[in-house]
T-cell receptor, first 115, second 112 residues
Framework: NAGVTQTPKFRVLKTGQSMTLLCAQDMNHEYMYWYRQDPGMGLRLIHYSVGEGTTAKGEVPDGYNVSRLKKQNFLLGLESAAPSQTSVYFC??????????????FGNGTRLTVT | LAKTTQPISMDSYEGQEVNITCSHNNIATNDYITWYQQFPSQGPRFIIQGYKTKVTNEVASLFIPADRKSSTLSLPRVSLSDTAVYYCLVGDTMDSSYKLIFGSGTRLLVRP
């Protein structure tokens, strides 16, 4: 039972490079989320999706794009990486829209460094 | 943008009861309050969830007053393995796009 799987676990980019972070869940959850976590900042929501083919902006969406082509996958893209995007990225999923009796299930994160 | 407010850090000793309070003045009528635990290099993990009054499970209790503008996570008889960051999560009614806001987190250190 894998739950939420994030790939890659680590990545180093140079400023201006692009990359895609992949999140996969095997729980048949409708909702998926991307968060970033920086020291002293807690978790901040980047984008989220309420179902296949849908996406919506979160708290800090600038510089990121997302896609939800398949229900089980949620991709986070950085078109032109900047040092300010150095962070740990967490993907999460839920059966329904939390916190209404539907807890979030998190992956173990992707540590991204932009030099 | 409304946020939750928690103490930045707390210290305790093994065997003590620890209470962590979260303030959420703009909680929506239908929102639940959920607490998560996070260890280093891991994603947050669900601990407990409640709507009002008191909820208890095998690891914690959650106390919510009648006005629901705050909640208290209670960890009975903590051990060293309870050292972690604890977050509370509620919906944000200040923004019509319904952005989920985590609290700043409380770093709990349990000492021997």
């Amino acid at each position: 039972n894998a739950g939420v799987t994030q790939t890659p676990k680590f990545r180093v980019l140079k400023t201006g490079q692009s990359m895609t972070l992949l999140c996969a869940q095997d729980m048949n959850h409708e909702y998926m989320y991307w968060y970033r976590q920086d020291p002293g900042m807690g978790l901040r929501l980047i984008h989220y999706s309420v179902g296949e083919g849908t996406t919506a902006k979160g708290e800090v969406p600038d510089g990121y794009n997302v896609s939800r082509l398949k229900k089980q996958n949620f991709l986070l893209g950085l078109e032109s990486a900047a040092p300010s995007q150095t962070s740990v990225y967490f993907c999460a999923s839920s059966y329904n829209h939390p916190p209404g009796n539907s807890p979030l299930h998190f992956g173990n994160g992707t540590r991204l460094t932009v030099t | 943008l409304a946020k939750t407010t928690q103490p930045i850090s707390m210290d305790s000793y093994e065997g003590q009861e620890v209470n962590i309070t979260c303030s959420h003045n703009n909680i929506a009528t239908n929102d639940y309050i959920t607490w998560y635990q996070q260890f280093p290099s891991q994603g947050p993990r669900f601990i407990i969830q409640g709507y009002k009054t008191k909820v208890t499970n095998e690891v914690a209790s959650l106390f919510i007053p009648a006005d629901r503008k705050s909640s208290t996570l209670s960890l009975p008889r903590v051990s060293l393995s309870d050292t972690a960051v604890y977050y509370c999560l509620v919906g944000d009614t200040m923004d019509s796009s319904y952005k989920l806001i985590f609290g700043s987190g409380t770093r709990l250190l349990v000492r021997p």
